[in-house]
């Protein structure tokens, strides 16, 4: 009696941390990373990074000066929340992001094409939930 009592609660404590292992990949995946290094044409640029390391954000531009593309940087983090981001379909029919500032200004733009259009969605529900605590890594 006394091992069967333990099974079932050794299976059902199992059954609990596997339950809760989504939940944990989700978070990791919300830790966002800005990375600011140089292109082959020695301007600064900066990319934003999720957690599972693909890139979610670009600078889209690239800046002759670091401290440039710092303040580029410093300010998506600040004003993530506030920037208007744009939902469209790429030349590939795929949905594409841009972010834009106040005064209509394209600040940030998706890396990439989404087949998806939710899935573009969630790319900027990371972002305006993230940036702000996002750490910066500079690789130059």
Known sequence: MFVRSYLIVLVGLTALALAQLPAALQAQDTRLKFEIYQDAAKEFRWRLKAGNGETLATSGQGYKAKADCTKGVER?????????????????????????????????????????????????????????????????
């Open 76 to 140: 998506i983090k600040s004003e993530a929340d506030k920037l208007t981001f744009e939902v469209y379909e790429d030349q590939s029919k795929e949905s594409r992001w841009r972010a834009k500032s106040s005064n209509g200004q394209v600040v940030a733009s998706s890396s990439q094409g989404y087949k998806a259009k939710a899935d573009c969605e969630h790319a900027i529900d990371l972002i305006k939930k993230g940036a702000a605590k996002a750490e910066v890594e500079d690789k130059t």
